[in-house]
């Protein structure tokens, strides 16, 4: 057991470490004027206790026994995917969170990546580095991957949905697929995006009108001031205004702690978890930025080569889609708070407040321990 403990990438827990504290202060700036979400912040720091008992624990279970039992996981996502449609109650015009007594919430959505990364990962692990066939490779993972990204949409869910489809784009790339199926994926994306792009300009006001009897008129004034930033109504282009004008008031070196409730900020939704990276660039500005962008790139990295260490492809494959999937939240949390992305509601890692999202990315964490610790055992048994 203590040679397991030993495995673990203490540089990462260190960043962990840094990560938590972070969290707990920006999440404690971004509420403290607000009663109804008091005590956000101690809440924090228990969801962060109970997600580094979750890393000790997997870290301790290997990792080729989930595996082995993918099918199992997938079938209990779906599952949940789809009760969330008969049990669920409708917040933010979805359906997509459980309600518990006590306050507690959980989300399947966020459950589901880490199901789809290990269903992906036992997929790949069969052609054991060999170039990917579409008939029985590529078509399965697409099979695999389809079901829960159309459960995802339906909710609606924008922001996971668009998750999977870069975990999976990220894992087929590490998997060997051919450039050959490159080249005809990105023909049908680009392609479908023309499509789309020129449907949505066609019937934009059909669209419209049937997104708002769906109660969904949301949608349509995400995409729309995305494609037409210019057209978008104030209230469309408000969230992304002055969340780039809050950002760039902090200027290099930010307002100071608990100094940036300008009036900007308060016209932003959630700034404690959607939209805490505008708290970030306001009250600590650029540097503050870039010390928290340098933080994830070394904490990317450790995984990239934790990765490349391992003698078990499919351990491989598992960490690129937890660092894929990692790197894409990253870089849409942020993105869509400097105007570059279209706004989604995806949560900035291990710093937006929310138990499901920081629970999910801690286990996954466990699960990339629990690959290196059991990398000797794997070179004895084979």
């Known amino acids: 057991m203590l040679n397991r403990f030993k495995k673990i990438d203490w540089l990462m827990m260190l960043i962990l470490g840094l990560f938590m504290v972070i969290s707990t202060l920006i999440v404690r700036s971004a509420t403290h004027n607000d009663p109804k979400y008091y005590h956000f912040d101690v809440k924090t720091l228990i969801y962060y206790a109970i997600g580094f008992g979750i890393i000790l624990i997997f870290t301790m279970i290997d990792y080729r026994l989930l595996l082995k039992s993918w099918y199992i996981w997938y079938a209990i996502g779906i599952g949940l995917l789809v009760a969330v449609f008969f049990l669920a109650p409708v917040r933010n015009g979805a359906r997509s969170w459980f309600e518990f007594p006590g306050g507690l919430t959980f989300q399947p959505a966020e459950f589901m990546k880490l199901i789809l990364i290990l269903a992906v990962?036992?997929?790949?692990?069969?052609?054991?580095?060999?170039?990917?066939?579409?008939?029985?490779?590529?078509?399965?993972?697409?099979?695999?991957?389809?079901?829960?990204?159309?459960?995802?949409?339906?909710?609606?869910?924008?922001?996971?949905?668009?998750?999977?489809?870069?975990?999976?784009?990220?894992?087929?790339?590490?998997?060997?697929?051919?450039?050959?199926?490159?080249?005809?994926?990105?023909?049908?994306?680009?392609?479908?995006?023309?499509?789309?792009?020129?449907?949505?300009?066609?019937?934009?006001?059909?669209?419209?009108?049937?997104?708002?009897k769906h109660h969904k008129e949301h949608w349509y004034q995400r995409i729309n001031t995305y494609i037409h930033p210019d057209q978008a109504t104030a209230d469309e282009r408000r969230q992304s205004e002055y969340a780039k004008i809050a950002i760039g008031s902090g200027g290099l070196a930010g307002d100071g702690y608990m100094q940036g409730e300008s009036k900007n900020r308060k016209f932003i939704p959630y700034p404690y978890s959607d939209s805490i990276f505008v708290v970030i660039g306001e009250e600590f500005g650029f540097q503050g930025s870039a010390v928290l962008l340098l933080l994830y790139f070394i904490f990317i990295y450790r995984m990239i080569l934790?990765?490349?260490?391992?003698?078990?492809?499919?351990?491989?494959?598992?960490?690129?889609?937890?660092?894929?999937?990692?790197?894409?939240?990253?870089?849409?949390?942020?993105?869509?708070?400097?105007?570059?992305?279209?706004?989604?509601?995806?949560?900035?890692?291990?710093?937006?407040?929310?138990?499901?999202?920081?629970?999910?990315?801690?286990?996954?964490?466990?699960m990339i321990f629990s690959i290196r610790a059991h990398q000797e055992k794997y070179t004895l048994d084979t």
């Open 121 to 212: 990962a036992a997929v790949l692990g069969r052609r054991q580095g060999d170039p990917l066939r579409m008939r029985t490779d590529v078509s399965a993972i697409a099979a695999v991957s389809l079901v829960p990204f159309i459960l995802v949409m339906i909710q609606p869910d924008l922001g996971n949905a668009m998750i999977y489809i870069f975990i999976v784009l990220g894992m087929l790339w590490i998997g060997n697929i051919r450039y050959s199926y490159v080249v005809i994926g990105l023909t049908a994306v680009i392609g479908g995006l023309v499509l789309f792009v020129t449907l949505f300009n066609t019937f934009n006001t059909d669209i419209k009108d049937y997104l708002e």
């Open 306 to 366: 934790i990765a490349y260490q391992c003698f078990d492809l499919r351990g491989s494959f598992i960490i690129i889609g937890i660092a894929s999937m990692m790197v894409f939240q990253i870089f849409q949390n942020i993105g869509m708070m400097i105007g570059l992305m279209p706004i989604t509601g995806i949560t900035l890692p291990f710093i937006s407040y929310g138990g499901t999202s920081l629970l999910l990315n801690m286990l996954s964490i466990g």
